[in-house]
Every structure is written in C-alpha cells, then in structure tokens.
C-alpha cells in the first residue's frame, strides 16, 4: 500500500458520513438538561460571566475559578446571547469543536490516503461512542481535541509537500494558539514534541525549520497572549495558580490533585473508550507496521506523543487523550477500506469480536428501555427505538462473512446506541437527577431578597437554569439557618441529610417544594411553604 495506490471504492454516496456526523452530533442535543456537577459548572460559570461582565477571570457564585482559561467560556457565552440559558446552547461549543476534529481528520486522511480513507474516518469518528458523548457534553476537552487536531493535521498535510510547502503553515500555529487558549501550554507542548519526532522518523532535522517556528510563536503568543496578560493584570494569582496548579502540578507533582492513576491506565482504558473501532486497532496496526508511508509515521507519531505524554502525568482521565483518537482512527480506516477494496477475507477473530459487539449493544439497548420504563413510565413508547439495535444484531450474525456488512453493521450498532441513550433515555435521566425542577420553582416563586442555599449538593444546574446565585454551605446550622427561622428561603439538598440538618421530621412551616429520583429535594420556607401544603414529586 502507498499514498497513491489505496483503493478507491465507491461503496458510501459522499454525503452519507456527514449525515452520520450530523445526526451523531446534534440530534436530541438538549433532551437531557445540564448533568451535574461538571456540565452545569462549566455552563453557570459561562452564565455568571455573561450577566457580570468579568470576562477576563471567570468566577462561580461570585468567586475567582482558576482552573481553566477563559475561551471555554466566551464560546458558551455566545451560544447562550443566541439561544438562552438552556441546555443545547451551553453543549453547543463542544459539539462544534467534535464537528472540527471531525472535518479536519477527514481533510488530513484525503491528502494522506485517498477519498474513501476519508469517507470511513469520519463515520468511525461519528460512531465512536466515548467520542460523541464528549461532543455532546460541556467540557473543555473537545475543545483542546480540536486546536491539537487542526494543528497536527494541518502538520500531516505539509509533511506531504515540504520542502516546496504549497500550502501556508500559519493554520497550524492557529489552531495552536486556540488550544493554548482553551486549556493551557499543553497544546503547544504536545505540537512541538510530534514535529520533534517526525523529523526523528524521516531523517529530516531540517523539517522544524521548515515549519516556520518562530514565525509560529509570535502567532501563538498573539492570539493566547493578550488574555494571559489581561487576566494576570485583573488578578495575578490566577494565572498563578492555574500555570503551576493546574497544569505543572497536575503533570508532575504525585498527589496535588484528584484521579491520580498508574503509568498503564491508557492501556487499559483506552480499548473501551475507542469502541466499537478498537475491534480493529489491532489489524490496523499491524498493517501500519507493515506500510510505514508518511501518512502512517504521522499518525503513529501523533498517538504516540499523546499517549506517551498523558501516562507520564500524575492526574489521569480518559478526556485528556481524545486528541489521541483521529490518528488512531484512520489507521483504522486505512485498514477497512483496504479490506473493502481488496475484497480480503475478514480474519475470523475479527468477525467474532464484531458480532459480539453488535449483540451487546443490542443486549444494552433492551436493558436501557427496560430502565426507562422504570424511571419515567410516561416515555414507554420511546423504548422502540431499541429495536434497530437488535434487529443489526440479527443481521450481523447472517452476514458475518461479509466485511463491508459486518463494518457497517459494527457502525449501525453503535449509532443504535446513540439513539437509545440520548433519545429514549433522556426524560429518565431528567426524572432522577435533573434539577430544572427545581429552578423552575425557585425562579417562579422565590423573591430576589430570599436566601436560596445548598446543602452538600453541587446545585449548578439549578443556578443556571434558575439565573440565580446560590450560597453553598458546608455546615449545617447555617445552611437552615433562613428556614428555621419562618423566612421565605429555599434549601437544595438532599434527603438523606435532612436527619442531621434538623429537618426530620419536617417542621410544620417548612415544606418540600420539589424531588428528584436520586433523592434530592428543595425544601422551602416562609410564604412558598405556605402555598404549598403538599410536596410535589
């Protein structure tokens, strides 16, 4: 195999991988409402910065959050100002960037390998579940993912034509600059140590000036450096405090922070975050070995830089390696489209593990319907959509000698899934740990004056969709404090803790004004307990 010699099959119409991507990514977006803690904080955080104006340091119930920069939250600001404070608008930012990767894996792998390489990669990346499920979800990683992802495809791309260079390299230090924006110097590191390495890979230590880097520096500290020096300005101690907690610390210093995991954790975690693909990392990276081009020393190049530096780190999650999935990716995609277009018999092991994997999507899907039903028996007649999960089980088992079928039916299964989680499952989910409720009654019927607190629960979501500030306290004497009193107030909660805040049995002038299927509860207060002698489920 070599760049020019891959089979060229004309299986997929064009569009069909883009209305994969599409549906993968934005169909149901806003169904299930803010997750706490993670989604609803990045979105209040976004909320507070839009309705205070600090634009520079990002704060949450009126305090300093030092943990990221604040493109993050720019991004989110514009999709609320355009759609209001709901859940699709705040996702919006990271399904953009998904989207991004997505197009740019796809523009790399055409230049690398061919058009049918690109067709694949981009509908294994819209059926790569870990994947759509970040892209779908309010955090900073996608948005890292996509300045790396832009940055070293662009990078592929040039290896294909330096030292002529036709194309121009400041995309690349761009797309550099905004990750360094989104999450840190970790972009820029990451960039630099793969042109390290391939210019190790192809004997040309003439390949880093090639790519212009000085020229690229003064584009990277143009575009992130305005806001490291505003917002040192505005309060020194949190560029401090999130260069060297957040970034040198949490790389190097065992114990500073949370999820703290062993050398090999990508090892073993990654097999299942790449699913369903990873049935066929092994043979792709067999036939990479064997077919070293330029296009397969990149990407080999790419994942390895990532996941080498990521199992270095003391603090490990799998978000933090998604950069690692494009190249991966189509190392994969290399490997089915050559399969397809050779007509190569499927290995055996190959065909059992992928009609495995479409009987456990389907067994999953049937044992998700059955909890919704339990938890929201009002959405039974969603629960159909189960049955293309196991009708692609069926099929895949009666075309298990057929590689095209089989692909698809690996990529069907999947999509499947999407369908099920975000289309069937999402009003169970709301029902047991949404807290719009909640904010539904604190924004129709709490006064502006009265104390609205929370008790060792993160009551994010309910600050966002409520517009309100919400104090959180960690004692309870002075969470209840408003409440015990007969003021009008509101306490979010949950209702194991009721014992130890004093509220079991319920005082005669409190009242449960909500409850969540997790157990939360929102206990209020003064007139709004008066108005309602009765809890509402």
Known sequence: MNEQEVGSRAGWPAVLPWLVVLFALFAWLGR????????????????????????LTPRIYGEPYYD?????????????????????????????????????????ARRAWNRSTAQAVTAILATTLFFVAVGR???????????????????????????????????????????????GPVALVIVAAVAVVMAIFERRPALLLELR???????????????????????????????????????????????????????LTLPVCLLPWSIFLPAALKLAWKSPNTGVRHALAWATVVLGFFSFSQTKLPTYVLSAF???LALVAVYI????????????????????????????????????VIEAPSAWMRTILALPAVAIAAWSYRHVHEAESLVTAVGAAALSLIIVVYGTAADAVNARESQRGAAQVVAAELPAYAALTSYRVAPHAMAFYGTRMVR??????????????????????????????????????LAVAWSSGDGQVLVVGGALAARRPEPQE
Not at 154 to 162: A, D, H, S
Not at 346 to 356: F, R
């Open 32 to 55: 299930v409402d803010l997750l706490t803690p993670d989604e609803a904080r990045h979105a209040e955080i976004a909320r507070e910065m839009l309705a205070g104006g600090h634009w």
């Open 68 to 108: 990221k920069p604040a493109l993050f939250y720019w991004l989110i600001d514009g999709g609320l100002a355009l759609f209001h404070s709901n859940a699709w608008a705040a996702r919006l930012p990271s399904t953009l960037a998904a989207l991004f990767t997505i197009a740019a894996t796809a523009f790399w």
């Open 137 to 183: 979800f309010v955090v900073v990683d996608m948005l890292l993912t996509a300045g790396l992802t832009g940055a070293l495809a662009w990078m592929g791309v040039l290896l294909l034509e330096l030292p002529e260079r036709r194309l121009p390299v400041w995309p690349m230090y761009v797309c550099v600059g905004f990750g360094f924006l989104a999450k």
């Open 213 to 267: 880097p000085f020229s690229g520096a003064l584009i990277v500290t143009a575009l992130a450096g305005p806001w490291y020096l505003g917002a040192y300005l505005a309060d020194p101690a949190y560029i401090r405090t999130f260069l060297w907690y957040h970034n040198f610390a949490r790389f190097a210093v065992p114990g500073a922070l949370e999820h703290q995991e062993p050398w090999y954790f990508y090892l």
């Open 326 to 328: 494009p190249p991966l």
């Open 337 to 372: 489209d050559e399969t397809l277009s050779r007509r190569s018999p499927v290995p055996k092991a190959l065909e059992a593990a992928a009609v495995a994997w479409t009987i456990l999507a389907a067994t999953i899907a049937a044992g998700g319907v059955v909890w919704v």
């Open 472 to 509: 959180r306290c960690a004692d309870a004497e002075s969470a209840t404090a408003e409440l015990i009193a007969g003021a009008d107030a509101a306490l979010l909660t949950k209702r194991k803790f009721l014992v130890e805040l004093g509220l079991e049995p319920m005082p005669k002038w």
